[in-house]
T-cell receptor, first 112, second 115 residues
Framework: KNEVEQSPQNLTAQEGEFITINCSYSVGISALHWLQQHPGGGIVSLFMLSSGKKKHGRLIATINIQEKHSSLHITASHPRDSAVYICAAYLISSGSARQLTFGSGTQLTVLP | GAGVSQSPSNKVTEKGKDVELRCDPISGHTALYWYRQSLGQGLEFLIYFQGNSAPDKSGLPSDRFSAERTGGSVSTLTIQRTQQEDSAVYLC?????????????FGPGTRLLVL
């Protein structure tokens, strides 16, 4: 069982829809990152958080430490949001404080 | 050219050969990370450098894998006696310093195919 799990694996939405991608983890974490991988393969860091909520443009990331859960929300989705979204966490249980453990990613497709 | 660069962008090799993958981090970034993304699988941590030293080599999958960083800048990941299961995209990232909340900037990756 992966220590960082994402759902859904695939998500198709219509332009303008509100999108939620979920990430849950089974052990304590120090911090959690959300990444975006473009169709060409390039990876961009979106958010880093350990508590509460962060917002950047149409993207919102939340985390609930007690429930071991984080969500990435996209408001007013657009076809250019189509990408793979990946959550990654620094697990307290890992051998290294600098070793990110990755979820398997959510493939988002936003149709015009 | 302010981003992380990697070379080669693609590499095809025969099983049993050695390969060297190169990463040029953003100038001034002290932390450097290597990751692997196998087909149909998620990203996997390989190794992390702070300056020229690698405090954490725990992610390297076998002793055929090694990495070094010189001058606090360029890093090379070497895979000896490559196997077909080594086929993957190898990604490098750098951050200004090695903090939990430091943004990691990713390179475009090297696609390795072992025949």
């Amino acid at each position: 069982k992966n220590e960082v799990e994402q759902s859904p694996q695939n998500l198709t939405a219509q332009e303008g829809e509100f999108i939620t991608i979920n990430c849950s983890y089974s052990v304590g974490i120090s911090a959690l990152h959300w990444l975006q991988q473009h169709p060409g393969g390039g990876i961009v860091s979106l958010f880093m958080l350990s508590s509460g909520k962060k917002k950047h443009g149409r993207l919102i990331a939340t985390i609930n430490i007690q429930e071991k859960h984080s969500s990435l929300h996209i408001t007013a989705s657009h076809p250019r949001d189509s990408a793979v979204y990946i959550c990654a966490a620094y697990l307290i249980s890992s051998g290294s404080a600098r070793q990110l453990t990755f979820g398997s990613g959510t493939q988002l497709t936003v149709l015009p | 050219g302010a981003g992380v660069s990697q070379s080669p962008s693609n590499k095809v090799t025969e099983k049993g050969k050695d390969v060297e993958l190169r990463c040029d981090p953003i100038s001034g970034h002290t932390a450097l990370y290597w990751y692997r993304q196998s087909l149909g699988q998620g990203l996997e941590f390989l190794i992390y450098f702070q300056g020229n030293s690698a405090p954490d080599k725990s992610g390297l999958p076998s002793d055929r894998f090694s990495a070094e960083r010189t001058g606090g800048s360029v890093s090379t990941l070497t895979i000896q006696r490559t196997q077909q299961e080594d086929s993957a995209v190898y990604l490098c990232a750098s951050s200004l310093k090695p903090g939990l909340f430091e943004t990691q900037y990713f390179g475009p990756g090297t696609r390795l195919l072992v025949l």
